[in-house]
């Protein structure tokens, strides 16, 4: 006779499979053999999809992508028995989705067919990683124009960190791209940063040369190592007020954090950067640092090319409490 739940399970099944077909997600399905008996289920799935990492088949089984005799299964170390079937929908992974163009609207103070100078927003992470693959700078330009799909990294030539603000200069042709990166690399790109930092110096100006290097305790923080990259950040000191400082900052160098870990480095950390000892102040929640000033040749004609950006709102209210107007 015939069985209910046989057919309903079946009838599941094949549900499944055409909506993981309708959404582009490829299933594969293997029987256990002998040679497979006793074996641990995601040891399986690496045999049945060796292009993916076995964290990345653990994380399908956990999310309930897999089954065993059409039941889903999520515990990894369940052992098979010869003859039962696996099936797992190879959904997949947030990295190779990430590179997706995504309409977001852009504060752009220039552009020509060659690059674009935009004014980046706090919040705004510029390149997929890790705990964010998408909303970002990135997926913005993908969308934006049809060139940036040609390009390594979409034209981006510099990064800002998520939290902090400011002017960024983007390539739109793959000779741009090249001449930034040379112009960035020979040092030709003029960058400043303002900052409020915790502190009074003793000093008015001063070069910071410290070789920054991956904290080896910490990987999210960058430390000043002796066997980290040159790097170099001119700072200078407009005004103190209640031991908070404001600060210019020349760029001479382009390390991943380099102002916070200088200024960090000097006993001045910024306001508000917890990764580097800064403590909160003035209403500020995030970092205490803005690229407002961005001038550099046009790679592709020589014409200079010079910009500024005003503080974001919650920025400027804090500087102004330290600057008069």
């Known amino acids: 006779m015939p069985d209910p739940a046989a057919d309903a399970a079946e009838t599941q099944t094949d549900t499944e499979t055409d909506e993981a077909e309708e959404a582009g997600v490829e299933c594969r399905e293997q029987a256990v053999d002998a040679a497979a008996h006793a074996r ?3 040891l399986m799935l690496v045999a049945m999809a060796p292009e993916f990492s076995r964290s990345h088949l653990q994380g399908l089984i956990a999310a309930g992508h897999v089954q065993v005799d059409g039941v889903v299964q999520q515990t990894a170390s369940r052992k098979l028995r010869v003859g039962q079937r696996v099936r797992v929908e190879l959904v997949p992974t947030a990295a190779s989705q990430a590179f997706r163009p995504e309409p977001m609207a852009l504060a752009i103070v220039f552009e020509d067919e060659h690059l674009l100078v935009l004014d980046k927003p706090v919040g705004l992470v510029v390149h997929p990683a890790p705990g964010n693959w998408s909303g970002t700078l990135l997926n913005g330009l993908l969308a934006h124009h049809a060139g940036a799909a040609a390009l390594p990294r979409a034209g981006i030539v510099h990064r800002l960190d998520k939290d902090t603000s400011g002017l960024m200069v983007v390539a739109k042709t793959l000779p741009a791209m090249t001449a930034l990166v040379r112009s960035i690399a020979a ?16 000093w008015q100006q001063t070069r910071i040369e410290a070789p920054i290097g991956r904290d080896p305790v910490s990987r999210v923080r960058m430390a000043v190592l002796s066997q980290g990259k040159p790097a170099r950040t001119d700072v200078e000191c407009l005004a103190s007020r209640a031991s908070i400082s404001a600060l210019r900052c020349k760029l001479h160098t382009g390390r991943t954090h380099q102002i916070r870990v200088h200024l960090a480095h000097a006993g001045h950390p910024l306001v508000s950067d917890a990764v580097y000892g800064g403590r909160p102040a003035l209403g500020l929640t995030r970092q205490a640092l803005h690229a407002a000033e961005l001038a550099f040749a046009h790679p592709i004609d020589a014409r200079p ?21």
């Open 40 to 42: 641990r289920l995601d």
């Open 187 to 202: 040092r030709e790109v003029r960058r400043i940063y303002l900052a409020l930092a915790h502190g009074v110096p003793v």
């Open 305 to 325: 090319l010079s910009f500024v950006a005003s503080l974001p709102t919650d920025l400027a209210a804090a500087w102004h409490q330290v600057v008069e107007a």
